[in-house]
Antibody, heavy 114, light 107 residues
Framework: QVQLMQSGAEVKKPGASVRISCTAS????????INWVRQAPGQGLEWMGI????????TYQQKFEGRVTMTRDTSTTTVYMELSGLRSDDTAVYYC????????WGQGTPVTVS | DIQLTQSPSSLSASVGDRVTITCRAS??????LAWFQQKPGEAPKSLIY???SLQSGVPSRFSGSGSGTVFTLSISSLQPGDFATYYC?????????FGQGTKLEIK
């Protein structure tokens, strides 16, 4: 069965960076794009960007350009999202989600910036 | 960038009711629209893709329709587990985006 397993909760100070992992299983890793979506406390869903595990450059939402980096490791079927220059308003749950037509979601990784 | 506006923002209904949520896009997105359900403390769950196709395992009381700029999600005969927040999302071109959400509450 398809699973996206994310790394655990993080607490960071302002200005620091955070790297979250999303390990895929149950399907061919390179066959599906991976999105990153975040949700601030009590707020809606916000699309951050997308990466093709087969290769090529990720696409980021302009709001995050210069602060976000998405990478993948095909040997471990893992996608990473690193966000730098953290601010208090980056406090959110971060999700990875599979596919251009999203079908499966990771369990979410809470990130607290304080 | 494409903006998605959902209406209503919140909705009260009873078990057994039929409800409809609307998602309006600022530009033509053809049928590249998905719907998600999210319950408190949980990851979103995928319901519908390509405006009207049900994801595997989603009950048939959920249905989607529309194309271009106006889309709807309907739930016939609400069940207790359907009370949640619903989001639309387009994937016509980058950047993708979500609607602001519709909270469906028990009357």
């Amino acid at each position: 069965q398809v699973q996206l397993m994310q790394s655990g909760a993080e607490v960071k100070k302002p200005g620091a960076s955070v790297r979250i992992s999303c390990t895929a299983s149950g399907y061919i890793f390179t066959s599906q794009y991976i999105n990153w979506v975040r949700q601030a406390p009590g707020q809606g869903l916000e699309w951050m960007g997308i990466i093709n595990p087969s290769g090529g450059s990720p696409t980021y939402q302009q709001k995050f350009e210069g602060r976000v980096t998405m990478t993948r490791d095909t040997s471990t079927t893992t996608v990473y999202m690193e966000l730098s220059g953290l601010r208090s308003d980056d406090t959110a749950v971060y999700y990875c989600a599979r596919g251009k037509r999203i079908d499966y979601w990771g369990q979410g990784t809470p990130v607290t910036v304080s | 960038d494409i903006q998605l506006t959902q209406s209503p923002s919140s909705l009260s209904a009873s078990v057994g009711d039929r409800v409809t949520i609307t998602c309006r896009a600022s530009h033509d997105i053809k049928r590249y629209l998905a719907w998600f359900q999210q319950k408190p403390g949980e990851a979103p769950k995928s319901l519908i893709y390509d405006a009207s196709s049900l994801q595997s395992g989603v009950p048939s009381r959920f249905s989607g329709s529309g194309s271009g700029t106006v889309f709807t999600l309907s739930i016939s005969s609400l069940q207790p587990g359907d009370f949640a927040t619903y989001y639309c999302q387009h994937y016509n071109h980058y950047p993708y985006s979500f609607g602001q959400g519709t909270k469906l509450e028990i009357k």
